[in-house]
Structure formats: C-alpha cells, structure tokens
C-alpha cells in the first residue's frame, strides 16, 4: 500500500474549551486545515515546531522519537491539540519536530476516531461496523455490572 494524504483539522482544544465555557470568543480557536500523511507505522500525530506555535500548543514533555532513516531525534510532545476528519475527532498529544517536517497522521488518532486504511482506494473511511459515528472501544475492560473480583 502506497502513501497518501487526507486533509485534517487540527486546532488548539485549550481554546475550544475556553470558547465552550464562554470565556473565549469562538472566532479566536487557533485552528490550520492541513493535509497530512495518513501514516498507520507511526503511533501518534506528527507536526513541525512552527505549526505547534502557530496553534499555541503547550510543551508536556519530551519524547525520542524514530525516524524512517534508522535516526533518533529529541522532540517536544505538545497538547492538547484537536484533529478532526470529516464528523469524528481526537483530542491528544503531537510530536513537533523541527524543520519542514511532515505532518503525519498516527495510528493513535486513526483508532481513537474509529477509521480505517481503504487501500483500493487510498482513502480514510468511517469503520464500517460503526458507519453514522465513532465507536470507542474498552477491550478487556469491565465496564458494565458489579466490579470484577
């Protein structure tokens, strides 16, 4: 299967909780449509450094990170940034890496909105046991019931 790319929302969910409560004004959620690397090899969303300022993204803590070349580099882990792809989001971590990176759509937001890889097509496409909105899965988890002894 080939690379390629779906165009995502990403903007800063500080800010939309901020205009959620009324504290903020709608209109001033830092947000960039951008096309990213539909990526199912990388776990988490990748950004470069100046889109994580752009969006005014908080620093949490450092990672190493693997790249495809066999390098490890030191990055910033940033949040909490919102992706969105059609009806369905995920609110999270990034990685900001330095330079013209690209931005890569990790397997971890793909789950979290319940999509999957359609590689006829090269497309992301709604789970289609879950066709209308995201399903969140708790695998082994006792969620309903008396607690577990």
């Given at each position: 299967m080939g690379m390629f790319t779906e165009e995502i929302e990403l903007s800063n969910a500080g800010d939309e909780e901020m205009a959620l409560r009324g504290i903020a004004n709608p209109d001033d959620v830092r947000r960039e449509v951008v096309r990213a690397i539909v990526d199912s090899g990388a776990t988490m969303l990748v950004i470069p450094e100046v889109l994580a300022r752009r969006l005014g993204l908080t620093t949490r803590d450092r990672k190493l990170i693997g790249i495809a070349d066999g390098s490890v580099i030191d990055c910033d882990v940033v949040g909490l940034v919102k992706v969105r792809f059609g009806d369905r989001f995920s609110i999270g971590m990034a990685i900001a890496v330095p330079g013209q990176a690209q931005i890569l759509l990790g397997a971890v937001q793909m789950e979290e909105m319940d999509l999957l890889i359609d590689p006829r097509s090269q497309r992301l496409v709604p789970n289609p046991?879950?066709?209308?909105?995201?399903?969140?899965?708790?695998?082994?988890?006792?969620?309903?019931?008396?607690?577990?002894?």
């Open positions: 046991q879950s066709p209308e909105r995201a399903m969140a899965f708790a695998v082994g988890a006792r969620v309903f019931g008396p607690p577990a002894e």
